[in-house]
């Protein structure tokens, strides 16, 4: 009688204010899309990172008049040195060569620029791309060196742009929470109005707070449940019409976001959604339910 | 006789409002007694601190020797599905349940097996005159019909005390005064206390004993029955 009473109060309270709890499941949703969403991004994100950062190289652009025995000299001692993995060599015509090929399409550009006045350089790749101001330091006074660049500091700025929106994504989904909460405590509150009576009548024939808020938590975390798998949905809807649709030609930029991925987020999504409800009719009936 | 249930200078507030301002009863073992009084006088809210509803900000309440008003809400659950009943002036049935899961509702909530606690609610209905109404629904019953499920539902567990605030309070006269023949007649079977809220003198006739509640008082009991 039990189970079956909770569960047809269930039934009976989405029902029961129905507009209300379309609302309160199409927020949470919301929400909880905006969430899986930010997670993806965090995984994404660290895929990327370590996608880019292992081809990442430090150049060390040497000045035009370098003379060999410098070179020579340079090319020693970054040869003994354990922070540099691997290191190439790039003399003006090899430079030249990239030029061409990186601006063929601005033929004046490359008709503007002769071989000669381009730098040689050396291409190195760290041991730990991290380690790159230990290189900055040891080379930069060194005889023929001109300037240093670290490619991860441009990688830098593009993940602190990813990790901005990461964080807009989070605080959305946090704003979103706010509503839906609010939402999940006005509708529990509303279902405990109606139902006042009732609630009074069980307190007095002695059922226990558990037995009279169940049917309310879970009305809470069934819309909450709800809630979560429509942001599944909508995750899926992404990656099938944004990652595997009009963004497929960016594959080589975006490490690929794959079913697996999107599957390992439905369990948060609809934990904290199934939580968050719980908790929220709960704390709610504690103040709703006096007889 | 021996005391069954009692409150010794009991206050309760509503917020700012006083309801009890120092109320104190004592209620013997298998007696009927009615608290009277105006609307406002603060007899529901004695009513509501004796049963364990609320508890008073200050004073006792003590049953059977035990203090009511010190227990946990898990314990003044217990106590008012064990040993107590309730009948309320509209029926207050659940409206989800039949009429005989009503009845059995706390039987049910004592852990009471499903058949057993039907079986009990069934022989209720008979008592009652209430046969054929055992699968209806609250909507489907008259008033006097509900009420009467109502009373079964407060003596099926055969409580030691049976709380009725106004319980003919929204019947005509003729169904009230047979709600009342029913109630009294049950519970003198069954030796239960009972302590009805009422403010008809035909109603409180049918008890033992009288009390008036008076802006949050009770004044000196009179004896009505001997």
């Known amino acids: ?291 | 006789m021996t005391v069954m249930i009692e409150a010794r200078n009991a206050m309760f507030s509503f917020g700012r409002t006083p309801a009890l301002r120092g109320a104190s009863i004592a209620v013997d073992a298998g007696e009927i007694l009615a608290v009277m009084g105006p609307s406002g006088s603060g007899k529901s809210t004695l009513l509501h601190c004796l049963a364990g509803i609320l508890v008073p900000d200050s004073g006792e309440i003590l049953f059977d020797g035990a203090r009511v008003d010190s227990m946990t809400e898990t314990e003044r659950s217990s106590l008012r599905r064990d040993r107590f009943g309730f009948v309320f002036q509209f029926g207050q049935l659940v409206p989800e349940l039949t009429a005989a899961e009503n009845v059995a509702l706390p039987l049910l909530l004592s852990g009471v097996r499903r058949t057993e606690a039907l079986r009990k609610a069934y022989g209720w209905f008979e008592r009652l005159g209430l046969d054929g109404m055992e699968q209806r629904r609250s909507g489907e019953l008259s008033g006097g019909q509900a009420q009467r499920v109502a009373l079964a539902r407060g003596l099926v567990a055969g409580p030691e005390v049976l709380f009725a605030d106004e319980p003919t309070g929204a019947l005509d006269s003729l169904t009230g005064e047979h709600v009342m023949e029913l109630l009294v007649t049950a519970a003198r079977e069954q030796g239960t206390t009972v302590i009805l809220v009422t403010h008809e003198p035909r109603v409180a006739a049918y008890a033992d004993r009288e009390v008036i509640v008076r802006d949050g008082r009770v004044n000196a009991p009179e004896r009505i029955a001997p």
């Open chain 1, 1 to 291: 009688m039990r189970m079956k009473y909770v569960l047809s109060e269930v039934l009976v309270g989405l029902w029961r204010n129905v507009t209300m709890t379309i609302a309160m499941i199409i927020t949470m949703a919301v929400s909880l899309t905006m969430l899986g969403a930010s997670g993806l991004m965090y995984r994404q994100v660290d895929d990327m990172k370590d996608l880019y950062y292992k081809n990442i190289e430090v150049s060390i652009f040497l000045k035009t008049d370098v003379s060999q025995p410098q070179i020579d000299a340079l090319k020693t001692k970054l040869a003994g040195d354990p922070l540099v993995k691997e290191t190439v060599y790039v003399d003006k015509q090899e430079a030249y060569k990239r030029f061409q090929e990186m601006f063929q399409d601005a033929p004046d550009l490359i008709s503007a620029v002769k071989a000669d006045s381009l730098p040689p350089s050396f291409r190195l790749k760290l041991v730990n791309p991290e380690q790159y101001k230990d290189i900055y330091n040891q080379y930069k006074g060194a005889e023929g060196v001109d300037e240093i660049v670290d490619q991860s500091k441009l990688l830098d700025k593009i993940f602190d742009i990813l990790s901005s929106i990461q964080n807009i994504a989070l605080a959305a989904a946090a704003v979103m929470a706010i509503a839906a909460l609010l939402l999940v405590a006005n509708t529990i509150q509303v279902a405990a109005y109606s139902k006042r009576r009732e609630v009074a009548v069980m307190k007095l024939v002695g059922a226990s707070n558990w037995f009279i808020q169940a049917p309310f938590v879970l009305e809470a975390v069934v819309a909450g449940l709800i809630g979560s798998l429509l942001g599944l949905v909508a995750l899926i809807a992404a990656k099938y019409l944004l990652f595997d649709g009009s963004l497929k030609a960016l594959q080589g930029l975006l490490s690929p976001i794959s079913w697996g991925d999107i599957m390992f987020m439905f369990p948060l999504m609809a934990g904290v959604g199934g939580v968050i409800s719980a908790v929220t009719a709960w704390v709610t009936l504690r103040f709703y339910l006096r007889v």
